[in-house]
């Protein structure tokens, strides 16, 4: 999983439009940094269908300071949003499922919230990882 998670925080640096790109939400986070992303891994789960398979879900995190107007930061959340989800095409085992456009857990900073699911399989029959499907 965590390789699938770096491979996603690679691509997403190549993205000039980012000031910032890191695995989880710090406390603390300026306007300096923004437009920022995180990418935070949410949830695991055995994959009964298919052996040593699990499925995990992700939330890309954009976050949009708040000192332009809101209309501001909304068309910008937009434009960011279409950027994200063409990068991320690119990479193999990962699907899109949704967008959330006013998440406001992070005072005075648009939050959007892209997630995704991962499939990938953790370990081979004699213990070796491997990367996701």
């Given amino acids: ?13 190549t993205v ?17 940094e923004c437009p920022a992303i995180r990418i935070v891994p949410i949830s ?3 994959n009964d269908k298919l052996r040593f398979s699990d499925d995990a879900n992700i939330n890309i995190v954009l976050l949009i300071d708040l000192k332009n107007n809101l209309r501001e ?3 910008i959340s937009i434009a960011d949003e279409i950027l ?4 991320l095409s690119k990479i193999k085992g990962i699907t899109f499922n949704q967008t959330t456009y ?3 857990s ?7 919230v892209l997630n995704y699911s991962l499939r990938f399989i953790e370990k ?3 213990g070796k990882e491997c990367k996701y499907l």
Avoid: C, H, P, Y
């Avoid at 999983?1 to 640096?13: F, R, S």
């Fill in 1 to 13: 999983m965590w390789d699938v998670i770096e491979e996603i925080e690679t691509a997403l640096k």
């Fill in 16 to 32: 000039i439009e980012f000031k910032t790109v890191n695995i989880g939400v710090e406390s603390g986070l300026s306007a300096k």
């Fill in 44 to 46: 695991k789960e055995v």
């Fill in 73 to 75: 930061a909304s068309r």
């Fill in 84 to 87: 994200i989800r063409g990068v």
């Fill in 102 to 104: 006013d998440q406001d």
């Fill in 106 to 112: 992070v005072k005075a900073f648009k939050a959007t």
């Fill in 124 to 126: 081979d029959l004699k």
